[in-house]
């Protein structure tokens, strides 16, 4: 496993276009997950995030992944699952003080974050961690999330002349007045 997370950390760029593009098709298919159910396909596909992340990145499911923000590499893999950077015990050569033969996951992170686009997100204080979010699937409810904003803007876009001129449907009626028949159509209706 050990081997395979520093191959995805190595790797980090093509990971993180990887990961750009499983979101894109999460948020594509979330109307049919929301026809669906978000409650039913919660369990298959947390069970598929789970194991493809458990091969590549050593996952732990802690329900709030932030790979994309920590260059591949897991902060729940640090033995002290510290997620905002490394410890004061970091051993000469980036090596962990609890496990001295294993690389401090931070620094790991630090690398792959160098190799990514959006590597100056590991600068980004994260929030602590939820534990009640354990198990579930993190593709689910960042993509939920997202689409959730997406709906939200097109609505705003939608509603933005409505809202402007809230007194405007008084004034005006809602539909253009009807056009006069040509004579033509009104001869082949008699």
């Not at 760029?13 to 990961?19: G, L, M």
């Not at 593709?139 to 933005?160: G, I, Y």
Request: proline fraction near 7%.
């Amino acid at each position: 496993m050990y081997r395979i997370r520093l191959f995805a950390i190595r790797h980090s760029r093509s990971f993180e276009w990887i990961y750009k593009r499983v979101e894109q098709v999460m948020i594509a298919l979330d109307p049919v997950l929301r026809k669906i159910g978000y409650d039913r396909v919660e369990r298959p596909i947390a069970f598929v995030e789970k194991c493809v992340k458990t091969v590549l990145f050593d996952c732990k499911m802690c329900g709030q992944c932030v790979l994309s923000s920590t260059g591949m590499s897991c902060p729940m893999n640090c033995p002290k699952q510290l997620r905002n950077g490394p410890c004061g015990g970091v051993r000469p050569g980036g090596y962990c003080e609890v496990i001295p033969e294993m690389k401090c996951v931070w620094a790991l992170a630090w690398d792959g974050a160098s190799r990514m686009k959006g590597g100056a997100q590991i600068a980004t204080v994260l929030p602590p961690v939820e534990r009640n979010l354990e198990g579930s699937s993190s593709w689910l409810r960042v993509s939920r999330e997202k689409a959730a904003h997406l709906r939200e803007a097109r609505e705003k876009r939608r509603t933005a002349i409505a809202d402007a001129f809230p007194g405007a449907r008084k004034n005006e009626p809602s539909a253009a007045p009807l056009a006069e028949e040509p004579a033509r159509a009104q001869k082949g209706a008699k």
